[in-house]
């Protein structure tokens, strides 16, 4: 049997991946039932979910069955014509044909291709499915993948060409469509040639409904973990299975992306005597998050669009509402998986809330001259006192400079902060953070191992830094934020605890705004740096 590994990239093998049955992930009776009815309908999820695994299992298990031909075919390709109608055309209905031939063993596509393409140029696939339909001896179910990759004219000419053919189905045109995407349909934003838009809903009106392909269940990633000790013998240390839940919760390509690079690619993994530690799984994150891996890649590029700064900022910031907010736009993030599915509004997992602060602030850690070195004690612990009024100077003389060249200019003290801190503590500390929707502020954890020889297996030092914006008086932020602080530090048991407030009020001198204090709450004396 050939070694089985965790899968990052393309549909899952089970010969050769750690896998759980692609269609125990979906609603099979559902499915088969919309089917039966021949209903066109939606299959969506975020990228790097399972969603082409999923088709092709399904094409697999109706063909076995016997009773329709099911065809997957993948339309990406027709991508790069854009508004170009008839070589976007030209690309699907050859790729149709394409994979009829392999996955059907049906040559006739090719035939019907080369002269529905000569007759009908742009409506050349409206032509072939009914051709398909009406020589075919079952009814047909066409699986099409990545529809929403498809631009402008082009995606409308598809979705209106699928229109036409429904009211002909199941004799003239397949029974059941099924397109397959990141969003789905309704939230599809078509630019025409002539700059109108037109919705997805309105050009695709005859979708019965839109499935959603969710995240790994807790079980399942455990599940997935534990054929890699079934196969190798490799165990995962206690805790280990609870930290890729916590950091990842079930998003299949974290989960995998972990699991690999913690057993695969690290080299103190590849030792099957040798447990795998929670250390070894922070590692892993910190390894894929520095190189940039395409998936956490893809996700900074969307974070550019102006509708996902509108739901993701105020998370940053703590807000207490998004105000005129329109759902479609909470719709979207969601659909990306940046946002969890349920409510409260929040950050879909601890990844991606350490991913998208760094990301955003990317260039600025790298141009911010910081080293640990300037900060470190005799004993190895960081002087925190001196690391913060070094930043409380740099805030002073950058942050209008810095600030406004974030997109994400509301959150951009926060993001200030933690770039600078990120670029202190980088390869040899870690950063937890806090912040959602209605919290007023946001939580940071910095753990620095203080024996480098042991890391974080060894002692830590932890501190407590809460930041918040002056909204309130002075006196009344500070009440709230000492409490806020106090009780931060009490969950997460640390030694130390910093209150930032910044001031962003326009007009007030910088002599006003900078102070340094200690405040007390409870047991907890708490140094509060005004900014």
């Known amino acids: 049997?050939?070694?089985?590994?965790?899968?990052?990239?393309?549909?899952?093998?089970?010969?050769?991946?750690?896998?759980?049955?692609?269609?125990?992930?979906?609603?099979?009776?559902?499915?088969?039932?919309?089917?039966?009815?021949?209903?066109?309908?939606?299959?969506?999820?975020?990228?790097?979910?399972?969603k082409t695994s999923i088709l092709l299992a399904l094409m697999e298990c109706l063909n076995r069955e016997g009773r329709y031909h099911c065809l997957y075919t993948n339309i990406e390709a027709a991508q790069a014509y854009r508004g170009h109608v008839d070589a976007a055309m030209h690309t699907i209905v050859t790729q149709i044909a394409a994979a009829a031939a392999l996955y059907l063993q049906d040559d006739r596509l090719r035939t019907w291709a080369s002269m529905v393409l000569a007759e009908q140029g742009g409506s050349?696939?409206?032509?072939?499915?009914?051709?398909?339909?009406?020589?075919?001896?079952?009814?047909?179910v066409l699986l099409l993948d990545e529809v929403d990759a498809l631009v402008g004219d082009t995606l409308i000419s598809l979705l209106r060409q699928i229109r036409a053919g429904y009211a002909q189905r199941p004799h003239a045109f397949p029974q059941t469509v099924v397109l397959c995407g990141v969003r789905d349909v309704r939230d599809y934003r078509i630019h025409t040639?002539?700059?109108?838009?037109?919705?997805?809903?309105?050009?695709?009106?005859?979708?019965?409904?839109?499935?959603?392909?969710?995240?790994?269940?807790?079980?399942?990633?455990?599940?997935?973990?534990?054929?890699?000790?079934?196969?190798?013998?490799?165990?995962?240390?206690?805790?280990?299975?609870?930290?890729?839940w916590r950091l990842t919760q079930g998003q299949p390509w974290l989960v995998n992306a972990l699991g690999y690079e913690a057993c695969f690619k690290v080299k103190a993994g590849r030792d099957r005597t040798q447990s795998i530690m929670v250390e070894q799984i922070e590692q892993a994150k910190e390894n894929l998050i520095q190189r940039r891996e395409t998936h956490l890649d893809q996700l900074a590029d969307k974070l550019r669009e102006e509708r996902v700064r509108r739901v993701i900022e105020p998370l940053l910031t703590g807000q207490d509402i998004l105000l005129d907010l329109p759902l479609d736009d909470i719709d979207y993030v969601r659909d990306l998986g940046l946002v969890a599915l349920d409510k409260p509004l929040r950050i879909a997992n601890a990844m991606y809330r350490e991913v998208i602060p760094r990301q955003l602030t990317a260039s600025t850690e790298e141009m911010t001259v910081q080293e640990s070195a300037w900060y470190q004690q005799p004993d190895h612990a960081l002087d925190m006192g001196k690391l913060l009024a070094a930043f409380q100077q740099f805030f002073r003389e950058h942050a209008e400079h810095w600030i406004e060249r974030f997109q994400y200019q509301e959150a951009g003290p926060q993001l200030l902060l933690q770039a600078f801190l990120q670029r202190i503590v980088n390869g040899s500390g870690r950063i937890d953070r806090e912040y959602g929707l209605g919290r007023k502020r946001t939580d940071l954890l910095v753990q620095w191992p203080l024996d480098e020889t042991q890391g974080f297996l060894g002692p830590l030092q932890r501190v407590v830094i809460e930041l918040k914006l002056l909204h309130k008086s002075l006196e009344a932020t500070l009440r709230e934020g000492l409490a806020q602080t106090a009780d931060y530090l009490d969950r997460t048991g640390a030694e130390e605890g910093h209150l930032l407030v910044f001031d962003r009020t326009p007009g007030i001198a910088w002599e006003a705004k900078i102070f340094q204090r200690t405040g007390s709450y409870g047991p907890y004396s708490i140094r509060v740096w005004g900014m």
Do not use: C
């Not at 899968?7 to 609603?27: F, K």
């Not at 037109?198 to 973990?225: C, H, M, P, W």
């Open 1 to 50: 049997m050939a070694m089985r590994f965790f899968n990052t990239a393309g549909p899952v093998d089970a010969l050769r991946h750690y896998t759980l049955p692609p269609l125990s992930r979906i609603d099979l009776d559902d499915v088969l039932l919309l089917i039966e009815q021949q209903k066109y309908f939606v299959l969506h999820a975020p990228r790097q979910t399972g």
């Open 124 to 140: 050349a696939l409206n032509a072939l499915l009914s051709s398909w339909a009406q020589a075919n001896d079952k009814p047909i």
């Open 193 to 244: 040639a002539d700059q109108e838009i037109i919705t997805g809903g309105s050009a695709f009106n005859v979708k019965a409904e839109s499935l959603r392909l969710g995240n790994f269940s807790q079980a399942e990633v455990e599940d997935l973990y534990r054929q890699h000790t079934e196969d190798t013998g490799q165990v995962f240390a206690e805790g280990v299975l609870a930290q890729v």
